[in-house]
């Protein structure tokens, strides 16, 4: 009978050693800040769907005197050329994210095995790099003159397809949660370099693999810098530089406003400048922001590996 009620107070027995009190306020500080995050964002829609007008008035307000959808009616002008910035823009984050987490996996599982006899110098070749940049010009010599990455996709693509930073977190990551009798017992069964790589390592270091992929997206998905240095063609700018150009001509034509003329200054009275640059914003956000789910579940799953023990 005793060892039945110890059971059972057992069974009724928290996981963990946090008094309700103290959990309770962790979930209002940590609602606090989820609220932190997501409210600026909320604020932005609002001021792209409010009127220019009501913005003069009262400023940027959750309550807009008057909503109005001229800023997307601005954007939408654009027509084939928006939606093909925003092919462009998929198509290099998928293809660049691609090969960027390839490559990643590659270097990182090189400087992973012990037996590798130049891991040391191909490490701190990595790790240097972070440290210490080329600076702006040579890599423009490099990447214009010698590789001839002009107007194409692969002016876009290759310049980032190398990140030191990841490489250190893969490395990390396969030496964190790859046991090396792992290795030796597919050696001992005959498998390959690349049949070990990509049969055995790679679906157990989803999570870290998934985590590299999220920031390589994230960094392809924002970048405009490099469409500014290499592109000239309009078919091959990506969105953000697209927005970009379109909110500089709008800003040179308010500043330089006195100069141009009476009626140009007219028709400028009407543009959307303020709610314009939110809608920018969230046309930018919205779609990479559906990307994050895809990744969650292998990020989390990440953050807790090594936490349990078997």
Known sequence: MMNEI???????????????????????VLGLFCLICVIPFIFVAIISFSSESSIREIGFSFQPVQ???????????LG?????????????????TAL??????????????????YRRFFTFFAFFTMMFGGGLAPTYMVCKNILGLNDSYAALIVPMLLNPFNIIIMRTF????????LIEA?????????NTLFKIIVPI??????????????????????????IRDAKYFPLQYLLMKM?????????????????????????????????????????IAFAYPFFQRYIISGLTIGSVKG
């Open 6 to 28: 110890t059971v059972k107070r057992r069974g009724n027995k928290r996981l963990n050693r946090v008094s309700l009190p103290v959990e309770f306020m962790f979930h209002i």
């Open 67 to 77: 909503w109005s959808l001229e800023a997307y009616r601005y954007v939408m002008d």
């Open 80 to 96: 084939d050329q928006l939606w093909r910035s925003y092919f462009n823009s998929f198509f290099i984050t998928i293809v660049g």
């Open 100 to 117: 960027s987490v390839l490559m990643c996996i590659l270097y990182s599982y090189a400087l992973f095995r012990k037996d590798f006899k």
């Open 174 to 181: 396969f030496q964190s949660t790859v046991p090396n009798e």
């Open 186 to 194: 597919a050696a001992i069964d005959g498998s390959g370099e690349y």
């Open 205 to 230: 270091s989803k999570p870290g693999i998934a985590t590299v992929a999220l920031l390589n997206a994230l960094a392809y998905w924002n970048e405009w810098f490099i469409a500014m240095l290499y």
């Open 247 to 287: 909110q500089n001509q709008v800003d040179f034509l308010v500043r330089n406003s006195s100069v141009i003329g009476a009626e140009v200054t007219k028709i400028l009275g009407t543009l959307p400048q303020e709610s314009l640059r939110m809608a920018l914003v969230v046309l930018i956000v919205i779609p």
